[in-house]
């Protein structure tokens, strides 16, 4: 065995791993290991939201064009998926190379293989051994995964990402993020039959009930099936494709099977117990200031620690209040109440604090502004049938409480509502600000009157 010793050793090598490197590696002293099994990068960089991104503009495109077609667009292009695959992979090529070279260039040693913990303060990565003053776990979550007869059969998000030729039918398990992004992709990618199986009645939970009931309207549209209170029970292969059984006694036929139906805290780095290290089915349980519970020498950020979300900015921001913990002392916490969340569909929907139903529970004097767009002008321009919104303001003191938007450019739009609930902006001073004009922001406007 090779025996190493450093400062800080980081396992996992994505977008909250960076963000804590960055920090720590502020100290020029400070000696650093990184330690990751698959390509360095990370899921959000290689296998989820930019390489995700290429698949939504293009859906987007499409969308548009169609939305416009015989209203001055005269005929509607359609999706050339291997050139889409080949735009996407050009981002991708010599990522994790280049991350690699750039750890290095800074004094950071790199090592590649399977994690394990090994005592409070060891990592044993095939026939090294690591040992740290520290230790951050920085390892994401991995798709759930469904244990029915068949299931050899079912795929993950990541194969779709990397499919070379889009199949005509497909079948999404599970109705969250991750499938009602893919499948308006699919859809608009030019897949005929496209189906979202959801085994309660209510899909998206994080998001407000009409915001959600509007998405529902452009799934139809988009000939996108929805099936609720519908659970995969057997998977058996067909002469041509699959078959998908239920609990409802239905079977759907299809070409690929995609299961969505959540992700769960990568936790094998912790597999024999040996680290001391308190976990829950919600990932490493944490302090206020991200440090283990039951090993102070390990701090957890990002989608593998017990913290409110599974985000990307999220993540970025555990990782440099990590290191600024780890450096200066436990002095620093993240305010988590207002967190703006986007869902890439077509529209699309932005989400920040408290839905109508959290705000009715929690109680207060409010009022609720909910409307539809699709007569906007920002809307009729660009063809779009379903869009709304629901904004909830304190009576009181005039804040906004909520907002939620499910139309073309929310995802951009939640962002001046999260930062006006950030800095306490009222929903008067939104009104009367001078916005450009006629842009998608300009229209929160009349949103929150």
């Known amino acids: 065995m090779n ?14 791993a960076y963000y804590a490197i960055v920090g720590l590696n502020q100290d020029q002293k400070y000696k650093i290991a990184v330690v990751d099994a698959r390509p360095y990068g990370g899921t959000c960089a290689l296998r989820g939201c930019q390489p995700k991104k290429y698949l939504v503009s293009n859906a987007e495109a499409i969308a548009m064009a169609s939305q416009l077609h015989g209203r001055g667009i005269n005929g509607v292009p359609s999706t050339d998926w291997k050139a889409l695959q080949e735009l996407k992979n050009q981002f991708l090529q010599g990522r994790s ?7 290095k260039k800074r004094g950071v040693s790199t090592f590649h293989g399977n994690a394990r913990m090994i005592s409070d303060d060891e990592i044993q990565v095939g026939d090294d051994i690591l040992q740290g003053k520290y230790i951050i776990l920085a390892t994401g979550a991995v798709p759930r995964r469904t244990d029915i007869e068949g ?3 079912v795929h993950d998000s990541e194969f779709f990402l990397d499919l070379q030729e889009l199949p005509e039918r497909i079948l999404f398990i599970g109705g969250g993020y991750i499938s009602f992004e893919f499948a308006h992709v699919a859809a608009r990618g030019g897949a005929r039959e496209v189906v979202i199986m959801h085994r309660s009645s209510r899909p998206l939970k994080g998001f407000d009930n009409d915001i959600v009931a509007t998405l529902l309207k452009a799934s139809q549209a988009a000939h996108i099936k929805v099936l609720l209170e519908t659970s995969p029970v057997r998977i058996t292969k067909e002469e ?11 079977a759907f036929q299809t070409d690929l099977i995609i299961e969505a139906t959540g992700r769960v805290p990568n936790l094998a780095v912790l597999e024999g ?12 349980v944490v302090n206020q200031y991200l440090q283990s519970t039951t090993n102070p020498r390990v701090y957890a950020i990002g989608d593998c620690a017990a913290t409110p979300y599974m985000l990307a900015p999220t993540a ?22 207002c967190i703006p969340s986007a869902l890439f569909t077509v529209p699309s929907i932005g989400s920040v604090g ?5 705000a009715l529970q929690k109680g207060g004097d409010f009022r609720v502004n909910h409307g539809e767009t699709k007569r906007w002008p920002s809307s009729k321009r660009i063809g779009e049938e379903h869009a709304a919104y629901k904004i909830i303001i304190d009576n009181r003191t005039d804040l906004i409480l909520g907002a939620h ?20 902006i009222k929903a008067s001073d939104l009104a009367e600000f001078m916005w450009a004009y006629p842009t998608f922001t300009s229209d929160l406007k009349y949103m929150v009157k």
């Open 151 to 153: 299931s050899a059969f």
């Open 354 to 358: 408290l839905t109508e139903e959290q």
């Open 405 to 424: 938007i499910v139309r073309h450019n929310a995802a951009e739009v939640i962002n001046v509502f999260a930062l006006a609930m950030q800095f306490n």
């Open 3 to 16: 025996r190493h010793t450093f400062d800080a050793i980081v396992i996992g090598s994505g977008t909250s």
């Open 97 to 103: 190379e280049a991350d690699v070279k750039q750890w």
């Open 316 to 337: 970025d921001k555990e990782g440099q209040v990590a290191a600024d913990n780890i450096l200066h002392g436990n002095t620093r916490i993240i305010d988590y109440s």
């Open 273 to 284: 117990g040996k680290g001391n290290v308190d976990q829950s089915p919600q990932g490493v």
């Open 240 to 250: 041509e494709g699959y078959m998908v059984h239920t609990s409802s006694a239905e």
